[in-house]
């Protein structure tokens, strides 16, 4: 049990591993704000085409401009914004099944993972094309399964019994009990996250009674490492989907992080009436290396792909759903004249959101 356990406290300080690891290839570096001139030339044309065809005799009333988050532009390219609503809710929810498979000496161990991070976006205000959100952590659950055994961390239920998990439970309740607020773009740019003194302040009241001194100041210095504006900003536009500057046609791949260039891509599959599907496909950035020492000779690889899908909903341009899957392996070995050994663990995580 103490492995599950050590394996749980790592996996449970910082919130949002997942939200900031799942668009891999997704990542938009280009400037957004240039698709304004897109929708007002939209807009003009639709204008101009009105009056063309109204009659000298007949006054025709001009059909109101519905904004939605999917649109055309005069070329029929597809561009992507957020158009939402004040005091209406959205959500990124998310659920992540990892497994991990040691295999040595013709032995296998799995060890299974089981996340839950519910985190929601409420709209406070638009002003100047720039929603003001109150963001809402609303807990964290975690089933560990490994040799037949099971552990339940769950900051809405029970506080657990082992000391340090009862620790860690402590710090995530005062996380996901607080909200914070931010400001966000309609193209997904964040800024001016504030809120954010309440979790510390929450978080150290809270282990005051099992940390002083200087560990409890430690902590406190590692918390706000994780968890601060800039992280949350980074995290946080890793998960809005953004499409290229230019716009996309039906079946067109892109993929604006030059580091993953040639790693991955997303595609534009179909827009029907309602949704819009993009496929991401990716590889992880394989390595390999070797050393010797006192004539043992190590190596490591490292391999791994990515697949997914993301549905958006064509009225808000908010995700209505997406699955992320990544598998990898990771192989070490050491050698030695005739004799060597080898242990394999295999990863697999599947990712869902709403």
């Known amino acids: 049990m103490r492995e599950i356990f050590n394996l749980m406290k790592k996996s449970l300080i910082i919130p949002f ?50 904004e939605t988050g999917i649109y055309q532009d005069k070329d029929s390219l597809y561009h992507l914004k957020y158009v939402l609503e004040t005091g209406k809710t959205y959500t990124l929810n998310s659920k992540s099944i990892n497994k991990q498979i040691t295999t040595f000496r013709d032995k296998s161990q799995t060890i ?12 406070i205000s638009i002003k100047d094309e720039v929603y003001n959100l109150q963001v809402k952590l609303s807990g964290k ?20 019994d082992n000391p340090d998990q009862a620790r860690m439970w402590k710090i995530q309740k005062a996380i996901s009990e607080n909200t914070f607020t931010m400001d966000m773009d309609m193209y997904g740019k964040i800024s001016n996250i504030s809120g954010i ?12 009674g099992d940390l002083k001194g200087k560990e409890l100041d430690d902590f406190m210095t590692a918390l706000k490492q994780g968890i601060n504006p800039e992280v949350l900003k980074a995290q946080f ?8 500057t230019k716009g996309l046609k039906i079946g067109e791949k892109w993929n604006n992080d030059p580091s993953r260039k040639n790693q991955g891509y997303n595609q534009l599959v179909k827009v029907d009436e309602n949704t819009t599907e993009i496929r991401i496909q990716g590889s992880l950035p394989s390595q390999s290396k070797s050393d010797t020492k006192e ?25 209505s759903s997406a699955n992320f899957n990544i598998t990898a392996t990771e192989t070490r070995s050491a050698k030695k004249g005739n004799q060597s050994e080898k242990v394999v663990q295999k990863t697999i995580n599947n990712t869902y959101i709403n």
Do not use: H, R
């Open 197 to 208: 003194d309440a979790i510390y302040n929450k978080a150290k009241s809270s282990l005051s």
């Open 295 to 319: 004539g043992v000779t190590y190596k490591i690889s490292f391999s791994g792909n990515q697949t997914g899908k993301i549905i958006i909903d064509n009225k808000s341009g908010w995700i």
């Open 141 to 160: 659950k975690v089933i560990t399964k490994a040799e037949g055994q099971q552990v339940v961390f769950d900051t809405n239920g029970k506080k657990p």
């Open 112 to 123: 299974s993972q089981e996340t839950y991070e519910p985190v929601s976006f409420t709209v």
């Open 17 to 66: 591993s997942l939200l900031a690891a799942m668009f891999i290839s997704c990542k938009n570096n280009e400037q957004s704000k240039q698709l304004g001139s897109s929708v007002s030339q939209s807009k003009e044309n639709a204008s101009s085409t009105s009056n063309n065809n109204s009659s000298n005799d007949i006054s025709v009333e001009k059909a109101p401009v519905i």
């Open 237 to 244: 536009e890793s998960s809005m989907t953004v499409f290229p």
